[in-house]
């Protein structure tokens, strides 16, 4: 394989760059020519390529964000837009195609690989670690490490006035974010949209904390749990008479220098992809399982279904009391 290209889609995180940089030095060193894509499958359609150099990627690992932009490409659904897509990709006979992105994205790299024969690798490049076939995502740990600090902070003030604070973070249908900062956090609840609490529930445990003389209560609150944040705070105050205040992390999770292992996992994967690619390997996912970097046909892992870790979510109820 002599020409491949590497995008970035959709929701940014900490370690595409990473990843990117990987892909663009294993891939000189085994005597390809490198494309990025611009602004993702956006970019596919408009032609945006640009041939990287090792220079390209220079100083890049420690930063968060993406290099070569991102984007969530409604265009791309349209498979007349797909077609002109492919078209740009024979012109510059790209073989091979690394995707770093979440479900829709991996989900694009397959529909394309099917329509166009272009062999396509992808990593899960998501903040979310929605995707079932890795134990994790690349920038999962780097948006619960900014919560585990949000926490830190916010728990100093809570404890100076006796408040009770809800916490904010992103995870729309899948709340892994909100569970684990919730439980490195200390966090006494935890509202995630895969488990059904009643708010009776939330005010009772909230109550059960005030009454066993708690400083302060760190409610975890997933953007996906069903009840909005507004009236979360509106029924706590209501019911429990404490001051209760909202701090929604939002955007903040999505940026930063990503941790070791985002790095780690990120770089492996990059790695991995152009090996693959290198050996005429295609339309597979890479992810990590059991700490091994690993890889399976794409089609099958993007069907793979996410279970919540049920014991996780219950050692919050007895850490917490
Ligand atoms: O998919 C990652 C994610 O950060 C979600 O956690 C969040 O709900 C969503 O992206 C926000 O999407 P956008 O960046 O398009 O506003």
């Known amino acids: 394989m002599k020409r491949i290209a590497v995008l970035t889609s959709g929701g940014d995180s900490p370690g595409m760059n990473a990843a990117l940089r990987a ?7 085994h005597d390809m020519e490198v494309f990025a894509v611009h602004s993702g499958y ?3 359609i408009d032609n945006k390529f640009e041939r990287m150099s090792r220079r390209s990627v220079a100083d890049t690992l420690q930063r968060g964000g993406t290099i070569i932009k991102t984007a969530r490409s409604k265009r791309f659904h349209d498979p007349e837009n797909r077609k002109i897509a492919y078209k740009n990709l024979e012109k510059l006979k790209i073989e091979g195609l690394v995707v770093i992105g979440g479900n829709g994205s991996l989900e694009g790299a397959r529909i394309l690989s099917e329509e166009s024969g272009i062999l396509v690798m992808g990593l899960p490049g998501t903040i979310d670690n929605d995707l079932a076939y890795t134990d994790y995502t690349i920038g999962f740990d780097t948006a619960v490490n900014t919560v585990l600090d949000a926490i830190t902070k916010i728990r100093d003030t809570s404890s100076s006035h006796d408040r009770s604070t809800v916490i904010e973070v992103m995870g729309r249908h899948c709340g892994d974010i909100a569970l684990y900062s ?3 956090g200390g966090a006494e609840v935890v509202l995630l949209p895969e488990v059904e609490m009643p708010l009776e529930e939330v ?3 909230v109550k059960e904390g005030i009454e066993c003389g708690k400083l302060h209560n760190i409610i975890i609150k ?7 944040s507004q009236e979360l705070i509106r029924v706590l105050k209501k019911e429990t008479g404490q001051d209760v205040k909202l701090v929604v992390l939002s955007y903040l999770q999505r940026g930063g220098s990503p941790t070791f292992r985002d790095r780690m996992l990120a770089t492996d994967c990059g790695m991995m992809a152009v090996e693959l690619l290198s050996q005429g390997i295609g339309n597979r996912a890479i992810g990590e399982v059991n700490g091994k970097i690993v890889h399976l046909d794409l089609a099958k892992a993007l069907k793979a279904k996410r279970s919540l870790r049920e014991e996780l979510f219950q050692e919050i109820h007895i850490l917490s009391k």
Request: charged residues 25%; without cysteine.
């Open 23 to 29: 892909v663009v030095r294993n891939g000189i060193e």
């Open 182 to 184: 919730g439980i490195a």
């Open 203 to 205: 005010v009772e445990k």
């Open 222 to 228: 997933a953007e996906g749990y069903p009840v909005s």
């Open 42 to 44: 956006e970019g596919l």
